[in-house]
């Protein structure tokens, strides 16, 4: 899959809008976040800004894991 070659290749580009369009759906706060994931509070909102594109593979899945998708939902996926 597309996702995995970016993986593989050391980039992950994250889609910022998207991981807030699935936090709020589930009605978590960016603190929420946070404490699920042990992640910043600062660290999730400049993510989903998309003041921070390539975040180390360990908090994407964390973040999938905390929104209850894949890591392939998260991530920006070329046009074919």
Do not use: H, W
């Not at 042990?38 to 003041?51: A, D, M, V």
């Not at 594109?53 to 994407?60: E, G």
């Amino acid at each position: 899959e597309v996702s995995q070659l970016i993986i593989l290749r050391g980039y992950i580009m994250l889609n910022g809008a998207r991981i807030r369009e699935l936090r709020t759906m589930k009605g978590y706060t960016c603190l929420d976040m946070s404490k699920d994931t042990n992640i910043s509070k600062s660290y999730i909102e400049e993510l989903e800004r998309g003041s921070k594109v390539n975040p180390a593979l360990n908090k994407v899945v964390a973040l999938a894991e905390a929104l209850g998708v894949k890591v392939d939902d998260l991530i920006f996926k070329p046009a074919i």
